[in-house]
């Protein structure tokens, strides 16, 4: 089983930025499609984004197109999530997950696997 640990959260002002990254060790990461998802408190966890290992293909879910970018660099085992134009709601756990497919987000939940890392608090203020 692929091991993954999030990193790159913290607190920052609306309109800001922040750079996620996943590593994952373990497993066959060029094999893997792999996911970014998020939960608030109070909130069922939604799928954000979602990346294959060519990085040819990619999805986003509406609320953060425009805004957020994935992206992989293989050679590191590593997965990107750079957020832009950050908002108060964007305010959540941010974790990765090795995924079946890569589609729609709104449905995300019923393409991951079981396997997730820890999370990285991302905290977005007015």
């Known amino acids: 089983q692929v091991q993954l640990v999030e990193s790159g959260g913290g607190l920052v002002q609306a309109g800001g930025s922040l750079r996620l990254s996943c590593a994952a060790s373990?497993?066959?990461?060029?094999?893997?499609?792999l996911s970014w998802f998020r939960q608030a408190p109070g909130k069922e966890r939604e799928g954000v984004s979602c990346?294959?290992?060519?990085?040819?293909?990619?999805n986003y879910a509406d609320s953060v197109k425009g805004r957020f970018t994935i992206s992989r660099d293989n050679a590191k085992n590593t997965v990107y999530l750079q957020m832009n134009s950050l908002r108060p709601d964007d305010t959540a756990v941010y974790y990765c997950?090795?995924?079946?497919?890569?589609?729609?987000?709104?449905?995300?939940?019923?393409?991951?696997?079981?396997?997730w890392g820890k999370g990285t608090l991302v905290t977005v203020s007015s």
């Open positions: 997950s090795t995924m079946y497919a890569c589609g729609n987000m709104a449905t995300a939940l019923n393409w991951a696997s079981d396997n």
């Open positions: 373990g497993g066959t990461f060029t094999d893997n499609v």
């Open positions: 990346i294959r290992s060519s990085s040819t293909y990619t």
